[in-house]
């Protein structure tokens, strides 16, 4: 049988994930995975004064006020992570090349990230959201449970077009759910009904939440390729547009940059660490480039 043509299994996708990226990141991080597992502490420990390096998350207010000068909550690090990843498998995110949709490029990151971190001897668990709450892996830890996130996100079905995406109920079924402070990679291409931050703000506050932004660059640029009828991935909407009109490409481009400072910020607010996730980026590289930022971030 070609393995090339046949069908994906949970296998043979941590097989290449093994080779292709997870031996390559052993060799550029050296072992050093506390970047990418550590952000924080999982228990509280003490109160210092602040200084301009520290993360605005651990203000503590109420201290802060009595003493009439900022304190921030210090933490110990648990030798255990436990990591929830919060999954969007709305339509939008079934948008991209045939053989590289955004789908994808969530399964590989889950299925890397999981091995990497039950190779450490910790847990990890998932929720599945399309237009609700569909599945919920709890979080265990060995390589069987990183064959079953793969296997369980290989069946959740590819959605018709639905209203709108509302991420609100996936980051409440989190901070319901999830009682033990833990790592949360919340894995989506954000593309929701407004009224989500405030749900995001509120799961950031109880854990450490980062955000994995899935994008697709033709989400982002009109090719020039004349008339074409453009689709919402969520709805099923279509418009007729003439891709040849500059001036059409151009606003075009500049929503979505509106639309990406838009979220930036939003992130900002919440104390979030992002990392951007292309269809076309090299995974090994984002990841490396994200535990950069982390450990900047800890400094």
């Known amino acids: 049988m070609n393995i090339s043509t046949s069908a994906p299994t949970p296998e043979r996708i941590l097989h290449r994930l093994d080779w292709k990226v997870i031996r390559k990141l052993d060799g550029?991080?050296?072992?050093?995975?506390?970047?990418?597992?550590y952000g924080s502490g999982v228990d509280f420990a003490d109160l210092r004064e602040y200084q301009p390096e520290d993360d605005i998350r651990y203000i503590d207010w109420n201290v802060s006020a009595r003493m009439n000068t900022p304190y921030v909550r210090k933490?110990?690090?648990?030798?255990?992570v436990i990591a929830w990843f919060?999954?969007?498998?709305?339509?939008?995110?079934?948008?991209g090349r045939v053989d590289n949709q955004k789908r994808t490029v969530l399964?590989?990151?889950?299925?890397?990230?999981?091995?990497?971190?039950?190779?450490?001897?910790n847990r990890v668990g998932a929720m599945m959201y399309g237009s609700r709450v569909q599945h919920t892996v709890p979080a265990r830890g060995g390589r069987n449970q990183v064959l079953r996130l793969i296997n369980d996100l290989l069946k959740q079905p590819y959605l018709s077009k639905t209203p709108a995406t509302d991420l609100a109920p996936l980051f409440n079924s989190g901070l319901n759910a999830i009682k033990k402070r833990s790592l949360i990679f919340v894995i989506s291409d954000f593309i929701s009904a407004p009224g989500w931050e405030k749900s995001l703000n509120l799961l950031s506050q109880r854990h450490e939440?980062?955000?994995?932004?899935l994008w697709d660059p033709r989400e982002m640029d009109l090719p020039d390729i004349g008339p074409i009828v453009m689709e919402d991935a969520e709805t099923g909407e279509q418009l007729y547009v003439d891709t040849h009109d500059k001036k059409f490409r151009q606003r075009f481009?500049?929503?979505?940059?509106?639309?990406?400072?838009t979220l930036a910020q939003t992130f900002k607010r919440a104390g979030v660490d992002v990392l951007p996730l292309s269809t076309e980026e090299d995974l090994i590289r984002a990841i490396i480039r994200f535990a950069a930022i982390?450990?900047?971030?800890?400094r």
């Open 253 to 261: 481009r500049e929503a979505a940059d509106q639309r990406e400072a």
């Open 75 to 80: 933490y110990v690090e648990d030798r255990e």
């Open 28 to 37: 550029y991080l050296q072992g050093d995975y506390r970047s990418l597992f």
């Open 294 to 298: 982390r450990r900047q971030r800890k």
């Open 107 to 121: 399964i590989d990151f889950v299925a890397t990230l999981a091995r990497l971190l039950t190779r450490h001897g």
């Open 209 to 213: 939440v980062v955000a994995i932004r």
């Open 86 to 95: 919060l999954l969007d498998l709305s339509p939008s995110v079934d948008f």
